[in-house]
């Protein structure tokens, strides 16, 4: 079973990045894809989450306006478009798999490698 993040990079702010993350291993019809994000000297934070069948796309209040999350299960993938970069969105994103509907982090069953963003001038 393997979560692989990728498409991190460094962006000026107002810029925009797709991240992926690449799902294995294993049949995810019945998991909850979220996104994490662990900024420098933060704890790690919920950011998104959607169904692997597509229901019910959730972005936290303080990035829905700016990170939509979606899926592609043909490419047994989820992305997150963030767009409209600040740099406090600075971070280590992660995706992960879960079986419900959580934000905590340790109901989390299967974590990828995370991807770095940085967001500066």
């Known amino acids: 079973v393997q979560l692989q993040a990728s498409g991190g990079g460094s962006v000026q702010p107002g810029g925009s990045l797709r991240l992926s993350c690449a799902a294995s291993?294993?049949?995810?019809?019945?998991?909850?894809m979220n996104w994490f994000r662990q900024a420098p000297g933060k704890d790690r934070e919920f950011v998104a989450a959607?169904?692997?069948?597509?229901?019910?796309?959730y972005s936290v209040n303080s990035v829905k306006e700016r990170f939509t999350i979606s899926r592609d299960t043909a490419k047994q993938s989820t992305y997150l478009q963030v767009d409209n970069l600040k740099p406090e969105d600075t971070a280590v994103y992660y995706c992960?798999?879960?079986?419900?509907?959580?934000?905590?982090?340790?109901?989390?069953?299967?974590w990828g490698k995370g991807t770095l963003v940085t967001v500066s001038s």
């Open positions: 291993g294993r049949t995810w019809d019945n998991y909850v």
């Open positions: 959607i169904q692997w069948s597509g229901e019910g796309p």
């Open positions: 992960a798999a879960s079986i419900v509907w959580t934000r905590n982090s340790n109901s989390m069953k299967h």
